[in-house]
C-alpha cells in the first residue's frame, strides 16, 4: 500500500458534496472489526457534514449481542434498503466481493475497499490493502486522521472494538508499538475499557457456557497430522446449538480453547451450517500458514487465523482438511 493509495482514498471522500448517498458495507456475519471500522468510519462521515450515510452488511441482517451498545449502529439499513446507486460504496474487512453478499453489486460505484486480510482479491477502485495491519480499524483511523476528523468517544468506541477483538486483546503477533499507540489515542477519549471488554469476552449466558464445554470436552488430538505438527480439533452441529437454545455466535470462543493444545500446530473448529455445510475456524501457532490451507479449500484469512466453508459430512470435510494439510 502506497501514499497515491491513501491520497486517492481520501480524494475519493473529499471531492464529494454534502448530500451525496454514500454506501458502507463489511462482511457477512460481521464481528468486531467489521461492525466496527465501518461504523467508526459512517460516523467519521458524518462529522464531516455528510449527510445521507447508509451501512449495511449481507443476510442474516442481524448485529451479535456483545455489539448491540456500538455507537452508530443508527446508520445500519438491511441490505434490502441500501441504495441502489451510492456515489461512493467503502466496504470494510471484506477479503473477497463474495463475502459482501447482494451489496456486491454496488462495486459498480466507484468503491474503496478497506482491508487487512492476507488473501484481499484487491476487488476495489481504490484498495487500501495492508495484511500487516493488526485490524481493519487501524487503516480506518489512518484514513479519519488523513481526512481531518478528530477522534471523539462514539468513533474511538468503534475503533477500539476492532482493535481489542482482532488483537486477541493485544495478544497476537501483530500488537506492533504503533497498535498500543493507537489503542492508546482511543482510550484517551474516555471509553470505558473495563466495560467494554467484559462485553465482548467475559459475558455468556449459562447455557452458553454449557455448550462450550460440551464441544471443548470432544476435542480430539492428531499428533502425526498436519507433517508431524499436530492437529486440534473439535466440532459442533446445529443440533448442539438447538439443544442449548444458542446461536451460532455462541461458539466464537470455541477456538480458543482448542487452539490451547499445547501439541497441535494447527487448530481447527467445525462449526455446521446447514445440513451439509461446514463453517471452519482455522488457528496456527506459527509452524503452518492457515491462510494459505484456506485457500486451497475455497477460503481465506491470515498466516494464523483463516477460515473455509466446507460440504458434505463431517468426516469427508476433516479429510479434505487432512490432506492439504499434509501437502
Ligand atoms: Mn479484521
Same mark, same amino acid.
Given at each position: 500500500m502506497t501514499g497515491a493509495d491513501w491520497a486517492d482514498a481520501v480524494a475519493a471522500v473529499s471531492g464529494l458534496p454534502a448530500s451525496a448517498p454514500v454506501l458502507l458495507a463489511c462482511h457477512v456475519n460481521p464481528d468486531g472489526d467489521a461492525l466496527g471500522s465501518m461504523l467508526a468510519f459512517g460516523l467519521g462521515l458524518r462529522r464531516l457534514g455528510y449527510r445521507a450515510v447508509q451501512a449495511s452488511f449481507p443476510e442474516p441482517f442481524e448485529v451479535t449481542e456483545p455489539f448491540l451498545g456500538l455507537p452508530g449502529l443508527d446508520l445500519l439499513v438491511p441490505p434490502a434498503e441500501a441504495v441502489a446507486e451510492p456515489? $461512493?460504496? +467503502?466496504?470494510? %474487512?471484506?477479503s473477497s466481493a463474495d463475502r459482501l453478499g447482494a451489496l456486491a453489486g454496488r462495486l459498480a460505484a466507484p468503491s474503496v475497499v478497506v482491508d487487512h486480510h492476507a488473501s484481499n482479491t484487491r476487488f476495489g477502485k481504490i484498495n487500501l490493502v495492508d495484511p500487516a495491519a493488526a485490524a481493519t480499524t487501524v487503516l480506518v483511523a489512518g484514513l479519519l486522521d488523513r481526512l481531518g476528523v478528530p477522534l471523539d468517544r462514539a468513533i474511538a468506541e468503534c475503533l477500539y472494538v476492532g482493535l481489542v477483538t482482532d488483537t486477541g486483546s493485544f495478544r497476537y503477533e501483530a500488537t506492533t508499538p504503533a497498535v498500543h499507540e493507537l489503542a492508546a489515542r482511543l482510550v484517551a477519549t474516555g471509553i470505558d475499557v473495563g466495560t467494554l471488554s467484559r462485553r465482548l469476552f467475559d459475558t455468556r449466558p449459562y447455557a452458553a457456557v454449557r455448550l462450550l464445554a460440551e464441544a471443548v470436552g470432544?476435542?480430539?488430538l492428531e499428533p502425526s497430522a498436519a507433517r508431524g505438527l499436530g492437529l486440534a480439533w473439535t466440532y459442533a452441529t446445529v443440533d448442539d446449538l438447538a439443544r442449548y437454545g444458542q446461536r451460532p455466535y455462541a461458539l466464537e470462543p470455541l477456538v480458543d480453547s482448542v487452539r490451547a493444545v499445547a501439541e497441535a500446530d494447527v487448530a481447527a473448529v467445525f462449526k455446521q451450517v446447514g445440513p451439509d455445510g461446514w463453517a471452519v475456524s482455522l488457528r496456527s501457532r506459527g509452524g503452518t500458514d492457515v491462510s494459505r490451507v484456506a485457500v486451497a479449500l475455497g477460503g481465506g484469512g491470515h498466516r494464523l487465523a483463516a477460515g473455509f466453508t466446507g460440504y458434505g459430512s463431517l468426516d469427508r470435510v476433516l479429510d479434505a482438511l487432512r490432506t +492439504? $494439510? %499434509?501437502?
Open positions: 456515489a $461512493l460504496f +467503502v466496504c470494510f %474487512d471484506a470432544r476435542t480430539v +492439504v $494439510l %499434509d501437502g
